[in-house]
């Protein structure tokens, strides 16, 4: 993503897309598992569905994020920089290519969206104001479902992901802008009324999705280009954590996260129009890439929806060009870890 002057964000707080320009130090680690090499020879083409935006005068980007399925199979996906006024959730019909507006609002920089197996309804982070949003499926009735400091910090959430009661696991990429290691996994129960604190310490820590077996958590932290898996307790709490991948982005880093039925991960990257996937135990099967002559213009793939119970996937790429869909073939079927967040 281009680094971004104060003037050319207008209509956002300038924390919000700091999350989204990959400042940081270091993206290279050395460790004990360099997931780079295996299976890096095996590349999956994706190909273009569509474009759904445009760069926005008001900002100078767009940035597509968070794409799910609804219960009626359309790709809902977020706008992360688009201004007020504008599209912020929109709804895509990929069979017909078309999309609509879903919701907008003139306050939010929306980072992620997911379905609650709760309630059924739109939950989003809003990484400027430390929110978590709701809106019923058909993107009206907005509600505030979570807003204050944990322990005694304000959150920057980025991603979520539903625990099968519809608690909420959060990214919170606290310290991204210092630089500092103070990131955290945050659970709020499905009530919206208690806020725990699970892991702290974390470089910037954006994807996360439950394992295939809801038995941990893989998060990512982009600032170190690695992936820990927290092994979780028969509380929710955090019973170990460790650091499961290191990968070897170059210039790109750790984005957001997905797991599909095999229990394979899908890791995007922010600074190339690609993802990376590894088995659970760290082994590179693949990189799914845009076609060399397509990825002029754009500059990172930022998450992926698997379709449920089927292999077709959709990752959402952006740059300058634009903001875009793109499919591939994934490796196995689709389950909720993979639809969202």
């Known amino acids: 993503m281009r680094r971004l002057t104060i003037r050319s964000l207008t209509g956002l707080a300038v924390i919000g897309l700091l999350a989204v320009t990959g400042c940081g130090g270091d993206t290279r680690a050395d460790g004990p598992h360099d997931a780079a090499a295996t299976g890096a020879g095996r590349i999956i083409r994706a190909q273009e569905v569509m474009r759904l935006t445009e760069a926005h005068p008001e900002t100078g980007m767009t940035l597509l994020e968070g794409p799910t ?131 702290g310490g974390l470089a910037a820590p954006n994807g996360i999705s439950f394992d295939s077996e809801y038995r941990g958590l893989w998060v990512s932290e982009l600032t170190q280009n690695r992936v820990s898996y927290l092994l979780l307790d028969d509380r929710g709490g955090v019973a170990s954590q460790h650091t499961a991948i290191r990968v070897d982005g170059g210039i790109a880093q750790t984005d957001s996260i ?71 073939d994934a490796p196995a079927e689709g389950v909720r870890q993979s639809n969202g967040g």
Do not use: C
């Not at 790709?75 to 959730?89: R, S």
């Not at 909420?168 to 990131?183: C, F, H, N, Q, T």
């Open 69 to 199: 399925f609804d219960a009626n199979g359309a790709l809902v996906v977020v706008d992360v920089t688009a201004p007020a006024g504008k599209p912020k959730v929109l709804r895509v019909d990929v069979r017909k290519k078309m999309s609509r507006p879903l919701h907008t609002d003139d306050r939010g920089a929306y980072t992620s969206a997911q379905y609650s197996p709760y309630d059924g309804r739109i939950y989003l982070t809003d990484f400027s104001h430390g929110e978590i949003v709701s809106l019923a499926p058909d993107g009206s009735d907005p509600r505030t479902f979570f807003s204050g400091r944990v322990d005694g910090a304000p959150m920057n959430p980025d991603d979520l992901a539903f625990d099968q009661d519809g608690d909420l696991y959060i990214s919170d990429s606290r310290g991204m802008s210092e630089g500092k290691a103070v990131g955290r996994v945050v659970r709020i129960d499905r009530e919206g009324r208690n806020a725990t604190v699970l892991a």
């Open 258 to 328: 997905a797991v599909d039925a095999d229990g394979n991960l899908y890791q995007a990257l922010h600074g190339r129009p690609a993802m990376a996937v590894y088995d659970r135990h760290g082994e590179r099967l693949a990189t799914v890439e845009v076609p060399a002559r397509a990825a002029d213009g754009l500059e990172s793939a930022t998450n992926v929806a698997i379709t449920p119970g089927g292999t077709k996937a959709y990752m959402t790429v952006s740059g300058p060009a634009g903001g875009y869909l793109y499919s591939f």
